[in-house]
Every structure is written in structure tokens, then in C-alpha cells.
């Protein structure tokens, strides 16, 4: 490089990248010989090798996030929170990718408390001042707002990796009217899904970016917004805090304190030997050449050194990958027609006879409401365009409510849309994302275009993603309804008759119960919470002040660095378990550390983080409060690998139960208006109830059909006493040791957990097994028939998958074990609370009564009811449970009754 030239600065997103090549790239097509799982590093590599050959950077680096956590969540404890949980395919590549690139000379960089992005927007700053001209790699949006006239941004295409977009200010001004650092204002206002940012309802990217070309700025629109009439005037004014936490949240942290700069990042040779011995650990063959490539080292200098490595990937894994980075062209749908009043009646009696029908509702931009309405056969497709005072949807709405089935993807949001219009769909006849989940529990939620392409092998035809604001779509509603049509039928193919009934039977009916749930939502004392919030503050702070009392000196208790250097240099306690950057101040690892070598500080600590942790909780559920004094949960029901359940926005899974401040929580969920009180109805102890009937133990049995406590009933026959001589110590112990066992529970763990030494809890296991065979029989058979078959199955034959129990890799298999021995239990106790709703809420509404169900949260249900209701909805409610599932031991149910959440609790 002459003294005159430019340098150019690389910087890459190593998280947002690694996670596109992870699904850009089959993930069983990539695994070593060991088990381990390697796409997101070989599809990373090889993007950074094109971005290297292309680009020709002179300084490269590359940043990733420590964890979720940093200084924003903190400050917005539910950002990011509806992100399901990364797949442990994925979690074990990063540490190896960052091997790779340190063996390459590549500098990683991550940044306690901040995320990936601010290091990138630190470099990219200092990178700009400096003269280099600066390529951010990176697949999240908001490094939109780095691009200045030394910075360019590289953002991926949706289907990958191996294609980038250049934007540059002069390109994002021309084609959207606004400016680079305006991007994040425009984001602010409509929200980010993605992020769990809720915006301004009714704000669409259109609207937002009128706004900001009128008045300049977010700050002056909200300073001006009484000038802004409409409804959507009137939802700025009522949401603008929305926008402030956003702009808040999404503004990048440019002056990082980083340990280096972008002149310390200049790309020099690296060490061929650490890199044929990483690559070969990985088994990359054909990447390894083209890295030492860049040593000007040929294919012939490393022929020797991958010898040894388990050989390359097969012809035929290498045509799959080949076949996805360059998938099939995209079918064309036929052209859809829009049809209203008599030619749709007409269409729809005729097209009705070729049931069933795809159905696809598309929504308002960034609000609620029906916009168009697609439907299709095999041959035909149809767009409706929403009108809800015309008589043209008559046709329309009597279709929706009558017997032909109708085949959607991701029918609960479209299902709310009709019940708000006060519109009935009867007859949900298949949903292709929860079909696909029944299939493959254990994979990540997959949008309509993955379904398209694993399922049909094609590509579902997209709008570029890549721009700030989205033209029309290249698909209409008709469209994608007519591939959810054919999905359907490619999906049915691969469900044996058991999958097919659980889906048909049990899944198909929740989502409508979830639905209505969902809109009906629970009444929510806000002062109540506000007065519990501000308490919690100040119980916070009094935790920290005296922490640092005892210390001598602040610190950021939020900080593991900080936190490490008082615990083990000043305080000199015994180190915990290592970490790549110390030793660990994880929850678990302190409180065991207070334990044994209890501490005023770290007792203080801990208080504080317990106290902080409650706060955040109740925060969120204040700010989740609608107008209409509800909170409108959304539940998940593709968010486990069980079939439980899941709840966000806000979470109400993660309230304390038995805890002071978790029943304060509760006390703040009333019965609403019109209603009389809350019904609670809890089945106890479910899951160790199908314990006994899987296992077929004769004591366990004998315990539960006796009536007696379990756990001193199971301590009577643990200890040898009689049942009234079993202390509050051994029912513990007996308790932890039930529950335990289903969830793999060893020897050491029940030591650890109930502060025995180990042979004390071997000598417990022992006994228990010898009075209880049945329980130990059956667990080893739920591991060993799971390794045979490959999937475990619930009493209603829902099946998880494990192909990690046969895996050579013992981290892998030992974990896949544990899983799968408690899979049937949980997935049953699933079913059974799902077929219990069903049945409630059909017969509420068959009965016409008032009382409604409100939420599940764990094995409880609430529920809303009119006093003069009241012997009917118990009736109603204990049957429906108790009889949800035939087994050789009964269903317990515990009813509540309240005038708020905690009081109704049994």
C-alpha cells in the first residue's frame, strides 16, 4: 500500500453473520466425525473470504456480543425479548469461529455490557476521523445510522450470506428520501420487531417518513405533535414515550472504550500451522485452501497437513449445500383476481367445492385491521380487498363462517383481526407453521418463505429486504395463500395418523382458544404495581448503598469484571467456576459461594440483584397495561420443544409464586368490570402423577389414589417410618429427589442442592429406588427407547426428536439424555392442559355464559366469572381437567376464588 492510498477498515457483525450462515446453511449437512455442528462457521468463513477478495480491506476486525445482556436491557428489560432461544446447534460454533479467526490473525473484539453494534459504531467513528474508508458488515438495521461519507454499509440479502447490498448516503437519500442518521428516528416511531420495540400503533414507515421530512427531526415531531390531527395524531400523543425509548435504545454507543483502534487492526500474515490445526479440527478441507491462499500458500502445501482429518463432505451433502445456496427458481402463482359482491359469491361457490382453501390476511401496516383478504385453490388465486362497511364482504364473511376448511400460516394474529371485526371463522383446518413445529419441534420457528423452500423446493417470491422501507410486496395475499395450499398437502405427507390427530385434535382447537384469550386479556391494578415498583426502587438502593458500606468504595454491580475484582482479590473468597474472562458471578455460582463462605457483601448483592430482577418484572407488566385497563399476553405456542406453552409481552410465566413480592404481583391482576371475582383451577403435582403411570409403580401409584401428602407418603416408605413421623426435612428431601430424578438429576446435584455430602444423596437415590424399582425401570427405558427410535412420545403420541443420543460427542449425548428424560412428562402435562382449554372454552360458549377464560400460566388456569355462573363454571372447569386424560392414578384439581389474582390462589 503507497503512503497516498486510502486504508480501508473492515468490521463485522460476528453474531448477526454467523447466525444468517447458520440457517442459510443445512445444519446436519455440516458435523464433524465428533458431533459438532459447524455450518455458522463455514458459511461465515467463506462469506469473509468473498468480502476479503472483493473489497480488499487493508484493517479487519470482528465484533460480537458477550451475551443479550447489556446497558439496554437493563434500561428495557423485554428488549429483545421475543427472541426464541438460540439452538444449541448454534451456541457451540462461536467459540470456534473465534478459534478460526484468531488462527487466521484476525482480531475479534467484544465489549462488557455493550453490544456488537456499538462496537461497530466506535470503529466506525474513529475509522471515519481517521481517513480510512470503512465497510461495516452487518445484518441489523440499525448500523444504518453509521453510514457517512467515509462509511458504507454491506447488509446480507434474506436468503443468506452470500450476497450484500452497498448502501451509501448518497444512495439512501436518493431512494428514500432521508438521510443515514434519520434511519433510527423512522425506527423509533414505527417500532422493531425484532428488537421487541413496540412503536406508535397506526405510524407505518410511510407516515414516519413524511414526519420527519416536515418537521426535521423525532424531537421537534413530538415537541409539535399537537399540530398532528387524525387518529394517528391522537396515537402519537398517547405513545410518543414509545418513541422515546426507542431512539434511546437504538442510538449505537460510538466512543466504546475499546482496547484497540482501527490502526491496530492493519491485516498482516498469519500463522499457517494454528490454521491448519483448527481447520482440520473442523474439517474444513476445501476452506483451508482457500485460506492459505491468502499466504500465497497453494492447495498442493496443504495437502498433507488435513491427512488426518475426517475426510471432506460427501459428493452428496456437498450437492444439498450447493442446491440451497442456489435454490430452485420460484413456481409462478396464478395472477389473483379481485373480486368483490356477486362475482366473489359466485367464485366462492364454485371454488368451495375444491376444498379445502388457502387464506392468507394480510394486515394493516403496523396496526390491527384487515387490509386484503387472499384466498386460493390448487388453480386459482383471489384478492379481497377490506372494506368492513360494504355489503361486498357479505359473500366473504358468510364463507368465513362456513364449513370449508380453511388452511392458514401463523393463523392466530389473522384469527384476532376477524374477532376484533366481530367476524366468525369456522372451520380451521390446518395452520403450515404450527404443522411444521409438530414436525420438527427442536428447529426454530420458520417464516412461510422457509416452509416454501423445505417443503416445495422453491423460492417464495420476496420484496427486497434490504430496503429501509419495503415496496409492495412481490407476493399478494392471494399468492401466499395459494402456496400455504400447497404447503399443506406436502406437510400432511410427511404425518404419520398420530401426528396428524395430535395436530388436528389438540393444536388446531388451542389456537382459537389462544385467540380468544388473548383478546379478552386480564384486568390490571396500575397503581398497585406503581406503588410495588417504587418500593422495589428504593429496597434496591438501599441494598447497594449498603454493599458499599461494607466495601469501602463503588462499584458497577451490574459488572462481572468489577464484581470479580472485589469477591476474589479484595474480599479474597474462593474462586468460582472459570470463564474465558475469570471466574463466573453468575446467580447460581454466588449464591452457592454465599453458602459456604457467607459474606455481608455478597449477601447484599445478591439482595440486590433479587430486588432489581423483581423490579424490571413489574416495569414491564406496567408498561404492557393497554387503554382498556388489560394486559394482552401473547402466547407461544411453537415456542417450546415440549409443546408447553410460552408467554411475552409481558412474560407472565416469570412471576414469583411463593414469595411476599411475587403475591404483591398477583394481588395487582383483579377480577374486571361486569365480572364478580377470579377462578383459579390448578392440577397438582401433574407431572409426577404421569410419572406414576408411565412408570406403572405400584408405591407411587398406591400414593395417589391413598389421598395422602405424595411427598410423606414417598418419605414414609424412603425412611422406613410411619407417614406422621416424616419431618419437614426429609419431605424435602424426598421432594427434590421425585422431581429431580425426572430431570436427570445425579448424585452430586441432589448433594448441591439440598447441602448434603455426596454418598449421603448416593445412600438417599438408593433407597428410594429400592422402594420405588418401578420409577428407576422406566427412566432408563424413556432413554434407551428414545435412542432406538430416536424420538421420545407423550401419551398422545407427540414426538420429540433426539439424534443427539447418538452422537460420539458425550457433552451432546449426555445432554440430549437429560432431555429426553423428562420429555414425555412435560409434553403430556401439555397435552392435557391443552385438551383441558379446549373443552372449557367450548363449553363456556356452548352454555352461552359470561365467565371466560383469561390465561394458563404453568398448570393453572384463570378465568373470570359472574357469580350467579359460579356452580357451573366449577363444574365445567373440574371436569374438563380432571378427565383430560385417562390415568391409572387421578387428576387432581384445585380451585380459587378472589377478588384479585393472589387471593383466588390455593
Not at 387464506?359 to 379481497?384: D, F, K, Q
Request: aromatic residues 6%.
Amino acid at each position: 500500500m503507497s503512503n497516498n492510498a486510502q486504508p480501508t477498515l473492515m468490521v463485522i457483525d460476528g453474531h448477526s453473520l454467523a447466525f444468517r450462515a447458520f440457517y442459510a446453511l443445512p445444519v446436519d449437512s455440516f458435523r464433524t466425525a465428533d458431533g459438532q455442528h459447524t455450518n455458522a462457521i463455514h458459511g461465515f468463513i467463506s462469506m469473509m473470504l468473498n468480502l476479503l477478495a472483493k473489497e480488499k480491506p487493508t484493517h479487519l476486525a470482528v465484533a460480537f456480543d458477550i451475551s443479550r445482556f447489556s446497558f439496554r436491557t437493563r434500561e428495557y428489560p423485554e428488549y429483545k425479548g421475543t427472541r426464541g432461544e438460540t439452538p444449541p446447534e448454534f451456541i457451540g460454533q462461536v467459540p470456534l469461529l473465534q478459534d478460526a479467526l484468531h488462527a487466521m490473525g484476525v482480531t475479534t473484539i467484544t465489549k462488557e455490557d455493550y453490544e456488537a453494534d456499538d462496537i461497530l459504531a466506535t470503529l466506525a467513528a474513529q475509522g471515519s476521523a481517521q481517513n480510512f474508508k470503512v465497510l461495516v458488515v452487518s445484518g441489523d438495521r440499525d448500523t444504518i445510522q453509521l453510514i457517512d461519507d467515509n462509511v458504507t454499509l454491506l447488509y446480507p440479502s434474506k436468503q443468506g450470506v452470500s450476497e450484500l447490498t452497498r448502501y451509501d448516503a448518497a444512495k439512501v437519500f436518493e431512494r428514500y428520501g432521508i438521510k443515514p442518521h434519520q434511519y433510527p428516528e423512522i425506527a423509533a416511531l414505527v417500532g422493531e420487531t425484532s428488537d421487541n420495540l413496540p412503536g406508535v400503533p397506526k405510524v407505518g414507515e410511510k407516515t414516519a417518513v413524511k414526519w420527519i421530512n416536515e418537521f426535521g427531526s423525532l424531537e421537534e415531531i413530538l415537541r409539535r405533535a399537537d399540530e398532528i390531527g387524525g387518529k394517528v395524531g391522537e396515537s402519537l400523543r398517547e405513545f410518543k414515550d414509545n418513541a422515546i425509548r426507542n431512539r434511546k435504545l437504538n442510538r449505537l454507543v460510538n466512543d466504546v472504550e475499546l482496547p484497540v483502534g482501527p490502526a491496530d487492526l492493519e491485516r498482516v500474515p498469519f500463522d499457517s500451522e494454528a490454521v491448519k490445526e483448527v481447520f482440520g479440527r473442523l474439517e474444513f478441507k476445501s476452506l483451508l485452501t482457500r485460506v492459505l491462499a491468502l499466504n500465497g500458500e497453494t492447495s498442493a502445501d496443504s495437502a498433507s497437513s488435513v491427512s488426518k482429518a475426517t475426510p471432506s463432505t460427501p459428493t452428496s451433502v456437498q450437492a444439498v449445500v450447493r442446491e440451497y445456496v442456489e435454490p430452485a427458481a420460484a413456481s409462478t402463482p396464478p395472477h389473483s383476481q379481485q373480486l368483490l359482491d356477486e362475482e366473489l359469491s359466485a367464485w366462492l361457490h364454485r371454488s368451495s367445492e375444491a376444498s379445502p382453501q388457502g387464506i392468507a390476511i394480510e394486515l394493516e401496516i403496523y396496526a390491527s385491521g384487515i387490509a386484503v383478504v387472499g384466498l386460493a385453490t390448487e388453480t386459482e388465486a383471489v384478492c379481497v380487498p377490506w372494506s368492513p362497511v360494504s355489503a361486498d364482504m357479505k359473500p366473504l364473511i358468510d364463507w368465513l363462517a362456513g364449513p370449508t376448511p380453511k388452511i392458514f400460516h401463523g393463523a392466530k394474529e389473522q384469527l384476532k383481526s376477524l374477532l376484533r371485526a366481530d367476524i366468525a371463522c369456522e372451520n380451521l383446518g390446518f395452520d403450515t407453521e404450527i404443522a411444521d413445529w409438530v414436525l420438527r419441534p427442536d428447529s426454530s420457528k420458520r417464516e412461510l418463505a422457509d416452509l416454501v423452500k423445505l417443503y416445495l423446493n422453491e423460492l417464495l417470491p420476496t420484496p427486497d429486504p434490504n430496503q429501509l422501507v419495503p415496496d409492495d410486496s412481490a407476493l399478494d395475499a392471494g399468492g401466499r395463500a395459494w402456496f400455504i395450499h400447497r404447503i399443506d398437502a406436502a406437510i400432511r405427507e410427511q404425518m404419520d395418523a398420530a401426528t396428524l390427530a395430535l395436530f388436528l385434535e389438540i393444536e388446531v382447537p388451542t389456537l382459537n382458544t389462544l385467540a380468544a384469550m388473548e383478546l379478552r386479556g386480564v384486568t390490571v391494578n396500575r397503581a398497585k404495581l406503581e406503588l410495588l415498583s417504587t418500593e422495589l426502587g428504593e429496597r434496591a438502593e438501599k441494598a447497594k448503598t449498603e454493599a458499599f458500606e461494607v466495601i469501602g468504595r463503588e462499584v458497577n454491580l451490574a459488572s462481572p469484571k468489577q464484581l470479580q475484582e472485589v469477591l476474589f482479590d479484595q474480599l479474597g473468597m474462593p474462586k468460582t467456576r472459570a470463564t474465558k474472562t475469570g471466574y463466573t458471578t453468575d446467580a447460581t455460582a454466588l449464591a452457592d459461594l454465599q453458602a459456604t463462605n457467607p459474606h455481608p457483601f455478597l449477601g447484599l448483592l445478591l439482595e440486590h440483584r433479587d430486588v432489581t430482577k423483581l423490579k424490571q418484572i413489574v416495569e414491564t407488566l406496567i408498561q404492557a397495561i393497554g387503554s382498556d385497563g388489560r394486559i394482552h399476553t401473547t402466547y407461544g405456542q411453537t415456542g417450546t420443544s415440549t409443546g408447553r406453552l410460552s408467554s411475552a409481552n409481558p412474560n407472565l410465566q416469570n412471576i414469583p409464586i411463593r414469595t411476599a413480592d411475587g403475591r404483591r404481583i398477583r394481588e395487582a391482576f383483579e377480577v374486571g368490570e361486569g365480572f364478580d371475582t377470579l377462578f383459579t383451577a390448578d392440577y397438582s403435582q401433574i407431572e409426577m402423577r404421569i410419572m406414576a403411570h408411565f412408570s406403572e409403580d405400584e408405591g407411587l401409584i398406591e400414593a395417589f389414589i391413598s389421598g395422602e401428602d405424595l411427598h410423606r407418603f414417598v418419605g414414609a416408605r424412603v425412611f422406613g417410618v410411619e407417614p406422621a413421623d416424616v419431618t419437614g426435612e426429609m419431605r424435602s428431601q424426598v421432594k427434590a429427589m421425585s422431581y429431580g430424578l425426572a430431570y436427570g438429576l445425579s448424585a452430586f446435584g441432589l448433594a448441591r442442592q439440598l447441602g448434603i455430602d455426596n454418598s449421603a444423596a448416593k445412600k438417599l437415590m438408593a433407597d428410594y429406588f429400592q422402594r420405588f424399582g418401578g420409577v428407576r425401570d422406566y427412566l432408563r427405558s424413556v432413554v434407551e427407547q428414545a435412542r432406538s427410535q430416536g424420538y421420545t412420545e407423550t401419551l398422545f403420541g407427540r414426538r420429540r426428536p433426539f439424534p443427539d443420543l447418538a452422537s460420539p460427542n458425550r457433552v451432546l449425548r449426555d445432554n440430549a439424555e437429560r432431555a429426553a428424560l423428562n420429555a414425555p412428562m412435560q409434553g403430556t402435562a401439555a397435552d392435557i392442559m391443552k385438551i383441558a382449554m379446549i373443552g372449557i372454552e367450548e363449553d363456556l360458549q356452548a352454555l352461552g355464559l359470561s365467565s371466560q377464560l383469561l390465561l394458563q400460566v404453568h398448570d393453572e388456569l384463570v378465568l373470570e366469572i359472574i357469580e350467579s355462573e359460579r356452580e357451573q363454571v366449577e363444574k365445567i372447569v373440574t371436569d374438563r381437567m380432571s378427565h383430560a386424560a385417562k390415568l391409572s392414578v387421578p387428576l387432581d384439581v384445585q380451585i380459587g376464588i378472589g377478588q384479585n389474582w393472589n387471593e383466588a390462589a390455593h
